[in-house]
């Protein structure tokens, strides 16, 4: 699209809804600065010095759904981190973008926004196309096609991790089943793939929630396919197992009742505390990134961040005081693996040559310093 189209549409977007999406970045941005990585340096012995050096990635692809509903939230959800990070070109594609999409597209100040999705648009991202340019890594929730996709091109274009259909977990043993019902039906409408699970000890809480979400899908019939397929009621002996079970689903959403509890639930994508911590506030507007992994893929990691998209690597210094210092570990180490070439490297630099061999003569350079 070109940016006069963008900037047309964007202006379609009612007040109301370009103010939020201004409140929402500025929340995204506030956290994304939080969470880039720093480079710092350490010497760890003399004459040997580590420096973590951290440097943006080229170009990313942002990949924003545009089947059942609009998503304007996930373009801001991928793209101020990247913007966050450095990255000098931030493309997104969208299959059909509604005003807020495009909104939110020049709020993020993306660099290129494609109109295509689904599959299609992740092999793009992979490997360009005539228009669209291979991008460094590819980010985005998606539905189980996109996701696939993802999963299939991994080996070739890095990507962020699996991010296929909502996945919510609720741990409580006396919240309010209103409110429990409301979070489990409102993740329940983003797909029909969604699951929805409360675990609770209490038989009479698992009632009241399961009473609850009845009435409100009589509000929001688009959350009854997901409840009818994969909408749960767990009750356990006790909380302590409830809160073992959560962890072993490892999900993408996690609400709990207590920061107790929450402290607790460590697999899982983000956790929410409290009764006030509605779920759908972090979809949109606290700050912290919605793009989650699924499928049990947060028993190992969290949520998109600014860290996604930058490189972090080591720069390693040595002297000739430095090297000599490690020699003795480094060549010991070496031939106890078998690995004598490896020794010999360090040896040849430090140690007197036998005898009748002459060393060659030192060249050219100056030695570089701690």
Same mark, same amino acid.
């Given at each position: ?11 379609? =977007? ?6 939020a ?9 506030r ?9 710092w ?46 990255v ?13 999409v ?34 460094d890594?590819?980010v ?5 096609y ?6 299939q ?5 890095p990507?962020d ?17 209103e409110?429990?019902?409301?979070d489990?039906v ?14 609770t000890?209490e ?25 009818a397929?994969?909408g ?19 999900p993408?959403?996690?609400? =709990? ?17 409290g ?11 606290t ?84």
């Open positions: 699209m070109e940016a006069d189209e963008i900037r047309r549409g964007a202006q379609e =977007t009612p007040p109301a809804v370009r103010a999406i201004r409140t929402a970045a500025r929340h995204i941005r956290v994304s600065a939080k969470q880039v990585p720093r480079g340096r350490e010497t760890v012995a003399p004459g040997v010095v580590i420096e973590q050096r951290v440097t943006p990635l080229d170009r990313v692809g942002c990949y924003v759904p545009g089947g059942r509903h609009p998503l304007p939230s996930s373009l801001l959800m991928t793209a101020l981190p990247a913007r966050a990070a450095g000098p070109e931030v493309i997104a594609t969208c299959p059909n973008p509604a005003p807020a495009l909104a939110a597209a020049v709020e993020a100040k993306v660099s290129r926004l494609f109109r295509i999705g689904g599959a299609h648009a992740i092999a793009a991202f992979a490997y360009g196309t005539a228009t669209i340019p291979r991008v890594r590819i985005g929730p998606g539905n189980a996109v996701a696939a996709a993802k999963a091109v991994a080996r070739d274009c990507i991790f699996y991010a296929g259909p909502t996945e919510i977990v609720v741990v409580s043993s006396d919240g309010n089943p409110w429990i019902a409301a489990l409102a993740q329940a409408e983003h797909d029909p793939d969604a699951r929805a699970i409360l675990l000890p038989r009479s809480l698992a009632r009241a929630v399961a009473a609850a979400v009845a009435a409100q899908i009589e509000e929001h019939p688009g959350a009854a396919p997901s409840i397929a994969h749960v009621a767990v009750v356990t002996p006790t909380l302590d197992e409830a809160v073992d079970l959560a962890n072993a689903i490892a993408e959403h996690a609400v =709990t009742d207590t920061l107790a509890v929450a402290r607790r639930v460590v697999r899982a994508g983000t956790v929410f505390v009764p006030f911590g509605a779920q759908a506030a972090g979809d949109y507007a700050g912290s990134n919605h793009v989650l992994p699924t499928d049990g893929v947060a028993q190992v990691r969290g949520g998109l961040s600014a860290a996604d998209f930058v490189r972090v690597n080591s720069v390693q210094r040595l002297t000739r005081q430095g090297l000599r210092g490690l020699a003795p570990s480094v060549i010991s180490l070496a031939n106890a693996e078998g690995l004598h070439a490896h020794a010999a490297s360090v040896a040849r630099r430090v140690l007197p040559p036998p005898r009748g061999r002459r060393s060659r003569p030192e060249t050219g350079g100056r030695e570089e310093g701690g």
